[in-house]
């Protein structure tokens, strides 16, 4: 049996307990408790879950964590090194707060995110596909109502398309479309020498709409708009 707590030096805790098993090259892992602890809430495993570990293959069972009213991170894998595999994150309402905190950002956070990554194909050559929408964004003394961003990897290229929305008005989009390598292994470089594209995009918006983003601004006046194309070798746009 094992047992553990660990706790960050900004508050959050993380406490687990469960069950070791052996089986000639192979360990098996029972979670019978997990949980992550704020100040005011924590986040609990729904049920009890297993991993499982032998040569040449990882396989986690649906983990399932549950907060407050419908905040929930849920995540399963198969991961075996050669074959194909398959792996889906999702969280729901996570409180951006929470994020800072664990990862020790310093900077204040708020808003709630609600986001799902899809890996799918080997680990050589993985197919990714995600997702990800933040609601009511506040970092420090500006404020989003929403910033949304659709995302996916195949064949050695990072798609995306992203848009910044404020009282109900998108104020900017970027799609973008740039060679990476994002192979589950090892890698000396990661950057390709390829084409790239990314455009940003931003219609004719009235700036009184920036004193919504941050008190710092009165009195706006006058009309903002901005189309800026990016494109060719990476290189060349270093």
């Not at 799902?116 to 933040?134: H, I, K, N």
Request: contains cysteine; charged residues 20%; aromatic residues 6%.
């Amino acid at each position: 049996q094992f047992s553990f707590i660990a706790t960050a030096a900004n508050g959050p805790v993380l406490q687990s307990s469960g069950d070791l098993r052996f089986f000639g090259d192979t360990t098996g892992i029972l979670v019978d408790s997990l949980s992550l602890m704020f100040e005011d809430h924590q986040f609990a495993l729904e049920r009890p879950t297993t991993v499982r570990v032998e040569p040449g293959r990882m396989t986690i069972d649906s983990v399932v964590l549950t907060g407050p009213g419908a905040q929930r991170l849920a995540f399963a894998a198969d991961l075996p090194d050669a074959a194909p595999m398959r792996a889906r994150l999702g969280v729901t309402a996570l409180p951006l707060g929470d994020l800072a905190q664990v990862m020790q950002w310093p900077v204040p956070l708020g808003g709630e995110l609600t986001a799902s990554l899809d890996v799918a194909g080997t680990r050589e050559a993985p197919v990714m596909r995600g997702m990800a929408t933040v609601n009511g964004v506040s970092v420090g003394g500006v404020t989003v109502t929403r910033v949304s961003m659709d995302a996916g990897y195949a064949g050695h290229r990072v798609t995306c398309t992203a848009a910044v929305t404020q009282a109900d008005t998108t104020v900017l989009t970027v799609v973008a479309n740039v060679p990476y390598d994002l192979a589950l292994v090892s890698r000396g470089d990661r950057r390709l020498d390829d084409s790239m594209r990314v455009t940003v995009r931003s219609p004719e918006v009235d700036l009184r709409l920036l004193e919504s983003f941050t008190p710092a601004v009165r009195n706006a006046s006058g009309i903002f708009s901005a189309n800026i194309d990016l494109a060719g070798p990476r290189r060349s746009a270093e």
